[in-house]
DNA sequence: CTGAAAGCGCTTACAG
DNA sequence: CTGAAAGCGCTTACAG
């Protein structure tokens, strides 16, 4: 036989139509129990597989679901955060135990993204990760939702009114950091990391963490905090010019694990001591953040429960159920950075 | 309009038929200039997206590659070996330049692993990425072969006679460890890491690695080698029970990055210092190895190189160009855990 | 430069 | 339980 074998070459050899042979694959109640048993026979010894562009076609879904994954155009280009790898890989898992495949697209910000992966029926709905600075794609996301496009976000928020959000519980975690920072009475405490609307995510942390301290009658300076994208880079340096502008503080609170990293870095070259003089935490718990010296402690989110809930939540949307925010609590895992 | 949009709707709306819409969509030189234009605008207009299942079944491929992710199914479930998450991102990347659409699968490589993304149509060809302990897969490999699958490996030949592979120089990696502790005189080394045929990549450093040592007339004990998969904990029990075994030596080669982690952490439990008592080298670079403390000395494996390379290799493949099998050089970067 | 028509390989309503 | 037939939305050889 040349090229691969149809649904045609298999009604051939086991004596029945075509349409008898797409029934017994899909095991069909309708086709009897012999008949089907045969087809399925001659079909692994032809070594068929439906072919699923024809499928997808004919049925007009594709089983697959497109990632895009959104990463700072400012980051080091080879590098990509290691918590969406995390995602990524949880992502992936979901995907496989529902019987969905994943498309995995890297988009990056700067550039004009694209999201015709549900228009071009390559995907029958979109998961979106990224930190959230999706403020700029207003408009896009507006369409996508006008055009009824199926998809759900990862962390924040993007058109309150009509999209489906799955997030960490960030507010919460900042609160789970500011309390563990006040037990300690590390009350002078800085931040680094972009606590505006272009990073809702660190936004929240931020807010849970002041608003914990404001209930202490603690009020962060705005002079100890630092603006920061999420790489270690950037928390280098952000927290070498919050040091060289003297400012002074026993506390580091950092909008994620990069941050966290990259301000222990400059914490250390300017020889203040962690966690004797400054406590630093971070939040996301990626994998480095138990290896780093003294180890991190931070406030992790579940990567994994994430994942199950994006790929779950979309697949609802999907078949048109009901579907409604899910926000996952985090936790707070204590390392030597901190005590 | 309900539903897409199709080229039927473009030709009413241009006034031409579905024909000539598919061929201005196609920027055929065939179309009249002016045709072509308006067709475009109209398709924008309509926010109009080539059905991928319908372009694909009609014109048998998918612009689409697939990658099988090969675990270890020892492995920690939740955490993916860092190394290939950087290989996963570099890959996409890469399918990116080049218009094709990346499919990701993790495949557990207990299970009885499914390679029909080619049959189905799903995927024009596959990359197939583990830490090579393909052996076990030899008879599922003849008959990709044999079923002229286009794919491409990481790391190791699978079927020497017939089938491409991308790799790093393993073997040159392990000699450019020797020769970096041959240097110091760290001449009595542990080897940790499953120096077998199971692990191809892991036996070629450890032979590289090996001969250097023997060129300078020193042969490595097999009492200090101990077996490990590429896990922190395996490196960890494995050089735990070296220091058991009373077993001493003044430097260790880990067969990569995570390994070397591991052992790191058991060394310093048990006293041992990194690297005044022993020098420790790793091998894969991995993000993690320079935060690790002390940072890792390890050989690195160009990850952006190897995406390129995996992809455009395949990418010859399927269109029929003569390809061969290609080695990428490594480099040795120097950190506080060997001097 | 353009159009009418065939056909990619399926799934499924319809008729038996 | 089975078969003949329509049709998913394209691309492209063929005819003009």
Known sequence: MKGKATSFDIAHYAGVSQSTVSRALRNSPLVNEETRRRVHDIAKQLNYKVDKNASNLRT????????????DPTADGSQINPFFLAMLGSITRACATEGYDLLVSFQSTSADWQADYEDSHRADGIILLGYGDYI???????????QNTKFVCWGASVDNRSDLTVSCDNYGGGELAATHLLKASRKDCAFIGDAS?????????????????????ISLSERKMANAISTEESGYHATRSLIANNIHFNSLFAASDLIAIGAIRALK????????D????????IAVASYVNPPLTTVQQDTTLAGQMLVG??????????????LL???????GSSF
């Open 197 to 217: 609307e272009h990073s809702p995510e660190f936004f929240a942390r931020y807010q849970g963490f002041k608003d914990e301290f404001n209930r202490h009658g």
């Open 269 to 276: 070259e300017a020889g203040i001591k962690v966690p004797e």
């Open 329 to 335: 609590p985090p936790s707070l895992i204590i390392r």
């Open 136 to 146: 700029d794609y207003q408009a896009k996301f507006s369409s996508l939702i006008e």
């Open 313 to 326: 939540n979309l697949l609802k949307l999907i078949r048109g159920e009901v579907v409604e925010n899910t």
């Open 278 to 285: 400054v406590h630093v935490v971070g939040f996301d718990n």
């Open 60 to 71: 007009q879904q594709s089983s697959t679901l497109a990632l895009l994954l959104f990463e």
